[in-house]
């Protein structure tokens, strides 16, 4: 099922953020949202996944899916350690989650708190919890932001191959990337 979104408005205090905004997301397609800084890309992703209340507009095709999500921040358990993090979420066990960290490189640190990794490392342990999980539609909020080109270019392809004939809804602003995920792209304005 198609994600339409009609006529959404969002004004915070007196800042008025989206304003009879509409779109298609397409089913089973990766859809990139891109538009400047504070524009209203993540405040669209969170009434999408009903964390923000829109004042006026309807979303449909939301409705019995399961949705997984990369926010801006990483929201891991600090202080527990990688496979852990994952297993809680996504109920996945040890062999398939330390599988998984092996793809994003990340299997050498598994065994320790999260406390411990990099910003980087961080990072891929919540792209590979949101991709362990069970969802009919994903939804990034700029993913790949602060891992360096090497590593960006890795987990793109991983995040690439599990996502393929999925729902995928990608905020990003980097024009290359829509490019090599061959989104469609969608820009707020
Ligand atoms: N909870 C909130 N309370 C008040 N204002 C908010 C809140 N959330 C977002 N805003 C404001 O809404 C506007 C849009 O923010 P949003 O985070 O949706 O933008 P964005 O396009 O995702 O930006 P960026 O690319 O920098 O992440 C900004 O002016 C922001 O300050």
Do not use: W
């Not at 905004?21 to 397609?29: A, D, H």
């Amino acid at each position: 099922m198609d994600i339409i979104v009609k006529n959404l408005c969002k004004t915070y205090d007196r800042n008025q953020v989206l304003d009879h905004f509409s779109c298609t997301f397409r089913e089973k397609k990766m859809t990139c949202i891109m538009g400047k800084s504070g524009i209203g890309k993540s405040t669209l992703l969170s009434i999408l996944m009903g964390l923000e209340k829109a004042d006026e507009g309807t979303v449909s095709g939301m409705e019995h899916q399961k949705i997984s999500a990369i926010f801006q921040e990483n929201r891991l358990f600090e202080n527990l350690d990688a496979v852990t993090n994952i297993h809680i979420t996504t109920g996945k066990t040890k062999e398939e989650i330390t599988g998984f960290l092996k793809k994003m490189e990340l299997d050498d640190i598994a065994g320790k708190p999260v406390s411990e990794y990099s910003g980087g490392m961080k990072r891929r342990v919540a792209i590979a919890r949101a991709l362990l999980a069970e969802y009919d539609i994903l939804i990034m909020d700029e993913p790949l932001q602060g891992l360096d080109a090497e590593t960006k270019e890795k987990v793109a392809t991983v995040i690439k191959m599990q996502t393929a004939g999925k729902t995928v809804l990608f905020v990003t602003h980097d024009e290359k990337e829509a490019e090599f995920f061959e989104a469609e792209c969608m820009e707020l304005v």
